[in-house]
T-cell receptor
Framework: KNEVEQSPQNLTAQEGEFITINCSYSVGISALHWLQQHPGGGIVSLFMLSSGKKKHGRLIATINIQEKHSSLHITASHPRDSAVYICAVKETSGSRLTFGEGTQLTVNP | AAGVIQSPRHLIKEKRETATLKCYPIPRHDTVYWYQQGPGQDPQFLISFYEKMQSDKGSIPDRFSAQQFSDYHSELNMSSLELGDSALYFC??????????????FGEGSRLTVL
């Protein structure tokens, strides 16, 4: 079992739909990151969470430390949101990130 | 605003050659991380530096070495390249080292192809 698990692995939506990507982890963490990776490779950090909820534009990220679970929500999805979304955790015992396998999101016009 | 700069963006080498990748962190960031992402795989942690000292070590082959310089930029040196070293190499930077959950910023990556 991976330390960081994401669901779904693949997600196809129509433009305008509300999207949720989930992340569960099994280790103690000091922070959880939601990352976006477009074709060609560049990674963009969307959120860093240690508790509660953060919002940036149409993106919302929540984390429940007790349940070891985080969600990334996209409201009013758009084709330009199509990318791989990755959950990564920073364990309390170290400095490295442990990555989930990513969720491939495709938003069709 | 300045971001994390990696160079070169693309590199093609032959087996058994050497390669050097460079990472320039965001100004005032003192911590640098290196990750390797093979085709279709998750990024894997290689090594990190804080204040010019190695702070954590992951699955970095013995053929690879890295260091952080006085201006906080870092270089990843890879020798005796193998086909399996073909990957996207990411650098990320933050401030505060391993005990601080500082926000991470990623470079665009250096894509190494070994022929």
């Amino acid at each position: 079992k991976n330390e960081v698990e994401q669901s779904p692995q693949n997600l196809t939506a129509q433009e305008g739909e509300f999207i949720t990507i989930n992340c569960s982890y099994s280790v103690g963490i000091s922070a959880l990151h939601w990352l976006q990776q477009h074709p060609g490779g560049g990674i963009v950090s969307l959120f860093m969470l240690s508790s509660g909820k953060k919002k940036h534009g149409r993106l919302i990220a929540t984390i429940n430390i007790q349940e070891k679970h985080s969600s990334l929500h996209i409201t009013a999805s758009h084709p330009r949101d199509s990318a791989v979304y990755i959950c990564a955790v920073k364990e309390t015992s170290g400095s490295r990130l442990t990555f989930g396998e990513g969720t491939q999101l495709t938003v069709n016009p | 605003a300045a971001g994390v700069i990696q160079s070169p963006r693309h590199l093609i080498k032959e087996k058994r050659e050497t390669a050097t990748l460079k990472c320039y962190p965001i100004p005032r960031h003192d911590t640098v991380y290196w990750y390797q992402q093979g085709p279709g795989q998750d990024p894997q942690f290689l090594i990190s530096f804080y204040e010019k000292m190695q702070s954590d070590k992951g699955s970095i082959p013995d053929r690879f070495s890295a260091q952080q310089f006085s201006d906080y930029h870092s270089e990843l040196n890879m020798s005796s390249l193998e086909l399996g070293d073909s990957a996207l190499y990411f650098c990320a930077s933050s401030r505060g080292g391993r005990n601080v959950a500082g926000e991470l910023f990623f470079g665009e990556g250096s894509r190494l192809t070994v022929l």
